[in-house]
């Protein structure tokens, strides 16, 4: 695993959207160092997973928000992949919850990592030209 750095490539260009995004980075790279340290510890695991998983389900909230303002035409579908994100990782916490072993907490930094910077780069910087100068 490795800390994610912030760079233009993932700016949508609208100040609350990015800041959020770089928030959910922080919390990533959080539980990276949570993952790396000398002994895993589940509870400061558990503790990173329940702030990233409710600061996502605001960022989303959010997003979807100014997406309806400016009637983004692929709102729907967005919205879509923002509540299977939030299924999958969260049944991925509740492995965790019940087996709070390395390798749970590992499966889903690996996904939630991988998704997020997917998702950012591919569907969130498609908002730019609706969103951008827009400011909640």
């Not at 990015?18 to 993952?35: F, T």
């Not at 389900?57 to 100014?66: D, I, L, N, S, V």
């Not at 690996?110 to 400011?135: M, N, S």
Request: hydrophobic share 40%; net charge neutral.
């Amino acid at each position: 695993m490795s800390v994610i750095l912030w760079r233009r490539q993932l700016s949508v260009g609208q100040p609350t959207i990015d800041d959020d995004h770089k928030h959910l980075i922080a919390y990533l790279n959080e539980l990276d160092a949570a993952l790396n340290a000398e002994r895993f510890q589940p509870v400061r695991v558990a503790k990173i997973l329940v702030k990233l998983l409710e600061y996502t389900k605001e960022h989303f909230a959010r997003e979807e928000r100014m997406m309806q303002a400016v009637r983004y035409p692929h709102f729907r579908e967005h919205a879509e992949q923002h509540r299977e994100a939030v299924r999958a990782v969260s049944e991925l916490s509740h492995s965790f919850s019940v087996e709070p072993t390395h390798e749970n907490a590992a499966k889903l930094y690996k996904f939630t990592a991988d998704w997020l910077v997917r998702h950012i780069i591919l569907q969130d910087t498609q908002l730019t030209p609706y969103v951008k100068g827009v400011w909640t």
